[in-house]
């Protein structure tokens, strides 16, 4: 950790703040807000000819970090917007059978003004959720034996210090025929590479198991060197509860942006938008193939079991 002016130390000291939380910089700072048109597109695939799937579609919502319009919905058939109880998750649901290609197609546009994030611009949090953000999650479990070897667990931790583990603990990768990208702390934790769900659920789980409530939180990477384009896949991150607030961590672009390490501690870029937040998700109307880890595509359900196939066809406008 760089050493912080005195005057910043001082007032962390006061608030009972990180001091990363008011001097996190970088050589270059991202641009406070960014405008942009986002479109959630692709396609159910492989759809045996006449079945009815069941879809459920996480939807963007506004928050004090993010200003989100639906433009257009475009599905086979009806849909209703319905409200995912737990965590107050969006969702579009729909039902349809495929075209002759065997696909189901969909696609949301949105205008979004993503703001940088920081301990001011966040949510507050409520303590009638506090419990909900402490217990642990199928693949997130919180037992010492699962944690022993690179979480302090011999001592009360702070969140900075279960940043720090995990960023020391986890390497950013993805090598082919391994389990990253599920969230799961066990694997994690004895292979010490992953993507960012990796990183993050070993964050969720050190300090849930120090009583921190603590969330997950996922949405899309929006491209900061281009002003339009595809967008592959999505990013994860997460957030703890301190004094009120949900204060914002992103360790693998930390472990990926070393020079950043302090800002992604309290800080966001306005490079992202979010859809949807929390662990083991049991979706409105119920879907019956069990709660599912994190929603980010579409969860799809074909006589009551989960579908996978899935074209993606994400991208990005600049605007203004």
């Known amino acids: 950790m760089r050493p912080a002016p005195l005057l910043a130390l001082l007032v962390a000291a006061l608030l009972g703040m990180d001091s990363r939380l008011l001097t996190a910089s970088s050589p270059a700072q991202p641009p406070r807000q960014r405008t942009f048109r986002f479109f959630y597109a692709g396609a159910i695939d492989q759809v045996p000819p006449g079945k009815r799937v069941r879809v459920w579609i996480p939807l963007a919502q506004s928050a004090p970090q993010q200003s989100v319009e639906i433009i257009e919905i ?5 849909y209703r917007i319905t409200r995912e109880a737990a965590h107050g998750n969006a969702l579009l649901y729909f039902e349809a059978t495929p075209n002759a290609a065997g696909r189901i197609p969909f696609r949301i546009v949105y205008r979004c003004t993503r703001f940088e994030r ?4 966040t949510e507050s949090s409520s ?3 506090r419990a909900l953000y402490l217990r642990p999650a199928r693949l997130v479990p919180i037992e010492p034996q699962v944690l022993a070897g690179w979480a302090p667990l011999d001592r009360q931790a702070a969140p900075e210090d279960l940043y720090d583990a995990v960023d020391q603990h986890m390497r950013y990768a993805k090598p082919p025929g391994q389990p990253w990208g599920r969230g799961d702390v066990r694997w994690a934790c004895g292979s010490g590479i992953g993507n960012c769900s990796d990183f993050h659920s070993l ?11 603590s969330r997950f939180e996922i949405g899309f990477p929006i491209p900061e060197d281009r002003h339009a384009g595809k967008v592959p896949g999505y990013h994860c991150w997460a957030s703890f ?9 992103d360790i693998s672009e930390a472990d990926k942006h070393p020079e950043r390490r302090d800002y992604y501690f309290g800080h966001l870029d306005p490079h992202r938008i979010r859809f949807s937040v929390g662990r083991d998700l049991l979706l409105e109307p119920p879907n019956q193939s ?16 989960n579908h996978t196939p899935l074209v993606k066809d994400f991208e990005f406008e600049e605007e203004g």
């Open 118 to 121: 920081t301990r001011l611009r």
């Open 74 to 78: 475009n599905v086979p058939g009806e």
């Open 203 to 213: 964050f969720l789980a050190a300090c849930r198991f120090h009583g921190i409530p």
């Open 241 to 249: 509860e301190s004094k009120g607030r949900w204060i914002p961590v």
């Open 127 to 129: 303590p009638c959720h």
């Open 290 to 305: 069990g709660p599912v880890n994190f929603l980010i595509y579409p969860h799809v359900e074909i006589d009551g079991r």
